[in-house]
């Protein structure tokens, strides 16, 4: 079995345990998620899948169905743009890993072999901080510095 039916096959598998039909439009953006190992927004999906010409609307809702199962997380890094990545581990923490965003080129790396932990520095943790969803770096990429 090669590297692309070992995706297909996992994707379906993905898919099945989360009760969503696995249709080609849905199997080829996790395989594209899981291959990029970034987060996309919904223009970089449509372009990275031009050549098997899903329509717009359909990876669209593709995308926030996935989410919504709890496949994807749907993130939201200040820009404007919605992102969506591959959850990387099913455990409810609030968030599982940083990102770092080039200030020069744009470009976003996952941090998730770097550990980052967000802990009052004194006293009980403020209730009106809320639910922690994203931490952002920023910076100048190994390409750009
Ligand atoms: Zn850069
Ligand atoms: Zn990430």
Redesign the pocket.
């Known amino acids: 079995m090669n590297g692309t039916e070992t995706d297909t096959a996992w994707a379906k598998q993905a898919l099945r345990d989360v009760t969503l039909r696995a249709t080609a439009a849905r199997v080829a953006v996790l395989k594209l998620l899981a291959s990029k190992g970034v987060p996309m927004s919904h223009s970089e999906v449509v372009e990275s899948l031009a050549e098997f010409g899903f329509d717009q609307s359909t990876l669209f809702r593709c995308l926030n169905e996935m989410a919504h199962a709890g496949l994807l997380s749907r993130l939201d890094l200040g820009d404007h743009t919605r992102r969506f990545e591959l959850k990387k581990s099913s455990d409810e923490a609030e968030f599982t890993h940083a990102h770092f965003m080039?200030?020069?080129?744009?470009?976003l790396q996952c941090m998730d072999d770097y550990s980052l932990q967000i802990t009052p520095s004194r006293g009980p943790r403020r209730n009106n901080l809320g639910t922690i969803t994203e931490i952002m770096i920023r910076g100048?990429?190994?390409?750009?510095?």
């Open positions: 080039c200030v020069d080129c744009g470009e100048h990429c190994g390409q750009c510095n």
